[in-house]
């Protein structure tokens, strides 16, 4: 070990195996254990270890919480049962009469959720190209409260440029909040680069292996995170203490489940971008996406999530979605299993008849960690039927 082992900053790798992970106090165990209790025995009325109910905190909890808060290189982080939970719980901070200026491609739940639900609290949203801080710039109102983006985006993998946005949501009294999710804390740190909240539905990458639903909400501010542990417990949208264990023992391997996902989709891109049946494929890691210098700059890689079109429209795309045998036709993604599908009908279902609507023949892929040439051959037989 060199000499600044313990005073050096830690890279990905290190803190994803060890942030949050101290031996238990009372055994020693390695894995921070799960925690199934509810409540804690008090040592006299209103004395407790810490612990008093597990609405309000939990060991394991606990130390998901600190390795997420590590992972994006934040000073705190709070978990939630689903990233939909961590979103609601973070729009709280706002009042009746404020505004949100969100990206004008997002998760459609997360859509759903500002206009079908928020909306009728008093709150306002407009939904914008954040690919273009200009749009931005001229979209701000004087009560914008909290500029809202996903970069690369869902699912049309747009990106924004996060400092720039920073910059003009800051002195317009705005918070800017980054949703994180489809580049995990692997590839892309937004509070690094200004944003005051970084969300993530740690569902995908994060968890990594499709077993768990949870969320998250990590940031560096301290009176803001206080307002937000205090919402977490009384909203108590919170994960149990198997999904907490289970999202820790996904983020031991981030690092390289990141970098396989990056250089699988990469070259299955590349195979997309060569085939005849294919009309335009949208990857931040090939040099036709109009934001490939953006993607290289804010990003540590290109990520795992593909869009695709064909030139035989939604027909083609129902028939590519239904033939491919190791890209499961299912919702999510950030798993190490392939999955496909369509967005209009599936997970952006409840943007259509809404200016978010989807292209009805756009293709999903969220690139597993098998082998490339596995994948690149069973799309290649189901795009043959196309
Ligand atoms: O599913 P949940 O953990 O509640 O996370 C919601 C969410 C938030 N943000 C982004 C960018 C997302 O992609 C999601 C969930 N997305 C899917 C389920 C999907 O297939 O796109």
């Not at 978010?356 to 799309?379: H, M, N």
Request: charged share 15%.
């Amino acid at each position: 070990m060199s000499p600044n082992a313990h005073t050096r900053q830690p890279r990905l790798e290190t803190l994803a195996v060890h942030a949050g992970a101290a031996p238990d106090p009372t055994t020693g165990a390695v894995m921070t254990p799960i925690y199934q209790t509810s409540t804690y025995a008090q040592t006299d009325v209103a004395q407790h270890k810490g612990y008093e109910y597990s609405r309000t905190d939990n060991p394991t909890r606990t130390a998901l919480q600190t390795a997420l808060a590590a992972l994006e290189g934040g000073r705190h982080a709070l978990a939630f049962a689903s990233g939909m939970a961590a979103i609601d719980t973070l729009l709280r901070l706002l009042r009746p009469g404020d505004h949100i200026l969100s990206g004008n491609d997002v998760y459609g739940g997360t859509f759903r959720l500002f206009d079908k639900v928020l909306a009728h609290y008093g709150l306002s949203f407009s939904f914008v190209d954040t690919a273009d801080p200009a749009a931005v710039a001229a979209a701000l109102r004087p009560n914008t409260r909290l500029v809202w983006l996903e970069t690369p985006t869902n699912p049309m993998l747009r990106l924004s440029d996060i400092a720039a946005i920073a910059a003009l949501a800051h002195p317009a009294g705005a918070w800017l909040g980054v949703d994180n999710t489809f580049a995990s804390p692997a590839l892309q740190n937004p509070l690094a680069l200004g944003a005051d909240f970084v969300v993530h539905s740690t569902t995908k990458y994060i968890g990594g292996h499709s077993d768990v639903v949870g969320g998250a909400i990590v940031l560096n501010d301290t009176p803001l995170y206080e307002q937000l542990k205090f919402l977490q417990n009384a909203i108590g949208a919170v994960p149990g203490p198997m999904d907490c264990f289970l999202t820790l023992r996904g983020i031991k391997t981030l690092a390289l489940r990141m970098a396989q996902h990056c250089r699988n989709a990469t070259q299955v891109a590349r195979f997309l971008a060569d085939h005849p049946a294919v009309a335009q494929v949208i990857y931040p890691g090939l040099e036709s996406h109009p934001q490939y210098e953006l993607a290289r700059r804010q990003m540590a890689g290109p990520g795992g999530m593909i869009s695709f079109l064909l030139y035989g429209g939604a027909a083609a795309a129902r028939t590519v979605a239904r033939q491919t045998r190791y890209f499961t036709l299912a919702e999510s993604l950030g798993g190490v299993e392939s999955l496909i599908e369509l967005p209009a009908p599936m997970t952006h279902a409840s943007v259509a008849d809404s200016p978010l609507a989807v292209d009805p023949g756009l293709v999903r892929i969220s690139v597993g960690i098998e082998s490339a040439d596995d994948l690149i051959a069973d799309l290649a037989q189901a795009l043959a039927l196309c």
